[in-house]
């Protein structure tokens, strides 16, 4: 009995261990979900073009999108955060949560094939994402007004550099 439960949690944990290994490391040129093809890169929005372009619409489709990776989802790579001189949370969610992104994203330049919308996320939903990110107690305790973001919806994502 004690050798059945032995391996059980041997093969509980090896295929834990080959579940968080899926995802391929954020170097150059690696794709997740569908991808930017090459074609796709003709009118390329920087974080700081499409948080201005926000500021006279609620919504765009069809962007893609050049970004720094300022924060990503400690947990399991479904989300990210992208850096702009606006000072404006652009928050990165992933397509049918169909893909994951590597924790080695921060800091990198990605291309993203997306929309984006104008959005109220709720003080509840920010602090949950404070926790994703590995922030204190203290920290998420600080979080108690709603804030105005840009939600990005990704279908794909490239690593430039």
Known sequence: MKKLILL?????????????????????GQQYGSGVSEEQTFDV????????????TDKLENLI?????????EKKGC???????????VFVKMKDYAFFLPQDILGKTIL??????????????LQ???????KS?????KITKPQTEIRVLASGIKVVN
């Open 128 to 134: 949950h994402y404070a926790e994703d990110a590995g």
């Open 8 to 28: 059980t949690g041997l093969f509980i944990g090896t295929l834990s261990l080959n579940a968080q290994s899926s995802i391929a490391p954020a170097v150059k």
């Open 65 to 73: 999108v050049r970004a720094e990776v300022s924060g990503v989802c």
């Open 45 to 56: 929005y920087s974080a700081d073009k499409l948080v201005r372009s926000m500021a006279t």
């Open 79 to 89: 989300w990210l955060t992208l850096v702009n001189d606006q000072d404006t949370r």
């Open 112 to 125: 993203l094939d997306a929309d984006a919308e104008k959005m109220v996320t709720s003080v509840k939903e």
């Open 137 to 141: 107690k203290a920290e998420i305790a």
